[in-house]
Antibody, heavy 118, light 108 residues
Framework: QVQLQESGPGLVKPSETLSLTCAVS?????????WGWIRQPPGKGLEWIGSIYHSGSTYYNPSLKSRVTISVDTSKNQFSLKLSSVTAADTAVYYCATPGDLYTFDIWGQGTMVTVSS | EIVLTQSPATLSLSPGERATLSCRASQSVSSYLAWYQQKPGQAPRLLIYDASNRATGIPARFSGSGSGTDFTLTISSLEPEDFAVYYCQQRSNWPRYTFGQGTKLEIK
């Protein structure tokens, strides 16, 4: 079955770029599916950041679009998130997820906490 | 952008009682609405997709209904493990998504 695992720095300085990777196991990204990133600030709700298709087509939350880049690396079977010019408001648990055979997120990574602080 | 409003913000019930959670969309999302359960320190878990379809492994006490702008998640008889935060999510402009702000289901 498909499994997802996020990785990346847990601490990022303000104005810098947050970079996370989601490793996919149990499925080849090049075979299909959409792959997405969702975040959750401490004590708050869920926010969809963006999604990417295996071909590289991307879809972003309009509120974050100017700062977000999602990419896929089929050779490493992983996809990545970059969020530029971060502030304290970007402090959150970041999840990677995929709808799999459905059209809504059925499979999630465990999440990784990222703190923006100097 | 479609806004999802969940009510109530907090619901206090006892095990064995029936829970009814609401999600209202600012415009029609057809039947493209999902429900998630989230427990502390865990990733969300998909319960219901496309308004009324239970995801794999979800107990029959969970059911979803509605279409257009008004949706309901019903838990027929609460088990101790059901106390958590519940989120609705729409995908009417898939593959873009919006989440509701959540309903906390707490033990009375």
């Amino acid at each position: 079955q498909v499994q997802l695992q996020e990785s990346g720095p847990g601490l990022v300085k303000p104005s810098e770029t947050l970079s996370l990777t989601c490793a996919v196991s149990g499925y080849s990204i090049s075979s299909g599916y959409y792959w997405g990133w969702i975040r959750q600030p401490p004590g708050k709700g869920l926010e969809w950041i963006g999604s990417i298709y295996h071909s590289g087509s991307t879809y972003y939350n309009p509120s974050l679009k100017s700062r977000v880049t999602i990419s896929v690396d089929t050779s490493k079977n992983q996809f990545s998130l970059k969020l530029s010019s971060v502030t304290a408001a970007d402090t959150a648990v970041y999840y990677c997820a995929t709808p799999g055979d459905l059209y809504t997120f059925d499979i999630w990574g465990q999440g990784t906490m990222v703190t923006v602080s100097s | 952008e479609i806004v999802l409003t969940q009510s109530p913000a907090t619901l206090s019930l006892s095990p064995g009682e029936r829970a009814t959670l609401s999600c209202r969309a600012s415009q029609s999302v057809s039947s493209y609405l999902a429900w998630y359960q989230q427990k502390p320190g865990q990733a969300p878990r998909l319960l219901i997709y496309d308004a009324s379809n239970r995801a794999t492994g979800i107990p029959a006490r969970f059911s979803g209904s509605g279409s257009g702008t008004d949706f309901t998640l019903t838990i027929s008889s609460l088990e101790p493990e059901d106390f958590a935060v519940y989120y609705c999510q729409q995908r009417s402009n898939w593959p873009r998504y919006t989440f509701g702000q959540g309903t906390k289901l707490e033990i009375k």
